[in-house]
């Protein structure tokens, strides 16, 4: 049973225009989420979090938005840039834990 | 430059081989973790190691054994393995105790089991 669920394998956006990235989860423990962004040959490198406590949390052109009572969470890009064609993981965590559990990636292709 | 190593960055062994997959993390962390990347499905945590005793195993096969001789090293032994068992194998070390746990991980191993 996957906790964690990205429902798009595949996002294509106009470069300049906004990304959005969506994420579910089902369980309700859950208090920490993350975004992990990996390239082609390359592992997994961590882009932006945010905890239950606050519904968004802001980093230059990247935004996650959190639901908790639709237990969805959300990735903005703006604008987006041909550099940010990537795999984009979400991924849920409790606190102290060493779990994270990820969900099965959106591909994000920026075209010009 | 994640701070985390992996070596090889691919390799190519057949079922009856026996091989070893070495992460090193330059980052002062204090725990390590496998994963493994199969094709469309999730990253699957394998094994983790906190202060370098292993406090997880996800019901991993034998044939998969890790070794973590020190906080900066994670090794994963591999043994007569299977063709399903082809995918990228994942290295990440994080500081455990009382964060959230963000994980930073290495470029990763392809295998291709023959």
């Known amino acids: 049973d996957q906790q964690v669920k990205q429902n798009s394998p595949s996002l294509s956006v106009q470069e300049g225009r906004i990304s959005i990235l969506n994420c579910d989860y089902t369980?309700?423990?859950?208090?920490?989420f993350l975004w992990y962004k990996k390239y082609p040959a390359e592992g997994p490198t961590f882009l932006i979090s945010i905890s239950s406590i606050k519904d968004k949390n802001e980093d230059g052109r990247f935004t996650v938005f959190l639901n908790k009572s639709a237990k969805h969470l959300s990735l903005h890009i703006v604008p987006s840039q041909p550099g940010d064609s990537a795999v984009y993981f979400c991924?849920?965590?409790?606190?102290?834990?060493?779990?994270?559990?990820f969900g099965t990636g959106t591909r994000l292709q920026v075209f010009p | 430059e994640t701070g985390v190593t992996q070596t090889p960055r691919h390799l190519v062994m057949g079922m009856t081989n026996k091989k070893s997959l070495k992460c090193e993390q330059h980052?002062?962390?204090?725990?390590m973790y496998w994963y493994k990347q199969s094709a469309k499905k999730p990253l699957e945590l394998m094994f983790v190691y906190s202060l370098e005793e292993r406090v997880e195993n996800n019901s991993v096969p034998s044939r998969f054994s890790p070794e973590c001789p020190n906080s900066s090293h994670l090794f994963l032994h591999l043994h007569t393995l299977q063709p399903e068992d082809s995918a990228l194998y994942l290295c990440?070390?994080?500081?455990?105790?009382?964060?959230?746990?963000?994980?930073?991980f290495g470029p990763g191993t392809r295998l291709t089991v023959l």
């Open positions: 980052l002062g962390h204090n725990a």
């Open positions: 991924a849920a965590t409790r606190y102290n834990t060493d779990k994270l559990i």
């Open positions: 990440a070390s994080s500081q455990a105790e009382g964060t959230h746990n963000e994980q930073f």
């Open positions: 369980n309700s423990m859950f208090d920490y």
